[in-house]
């Protein structure tokens, strides 16, 4: 996954599923990935995985969502940041 970007990987990741799609330049194909495999939008939430930090980071275009009351990039509720990184973690983190 770390093929298109070196240093980190983008990630759409299903909250509710507790699966990722990840790689690629964009969030949005991956979040079509989920989609596409069943995914509700509401659940599918963007970020990036930094492997040599274990770091997630939650900013991503797919993130703005007015109905959802998140008008920003960054996932701004603490209780969806959470479960982004809590499946990032299980999936792609050091064990």
């Not at 990630?11 to 069943?38: K, N």
């Not at 969502?65 to 973690?89: C, F, G, H, W, Y």
């Amino acid at each position: 996954m770390l093929v298109a970007l070196g240093n980190y990987i983008k990630l759409a990741i299903d909250i509710e599923r507790e699966v990722a799609a990840g790689g690629g330049v964009a969030h949005a194909d991956c979040e079509t990935v989920l989609l596409e495999d069943g995914s509700r939008q509401h659940d599918v939430w963007g970020a990036d995985w930094i492997p040599s930090t274990q770091e997630t980071r939650f900013e991503a275009l797919i993130n703005i969502r007015p109905e959802q009351d998140n008008r920003s990039m960054t996932i701004l509720d603490a209780e969806i940041r959470a479960k982004v990184q809590r499946v990032a973690e299980q999936l792609l983190g050091d064990t």
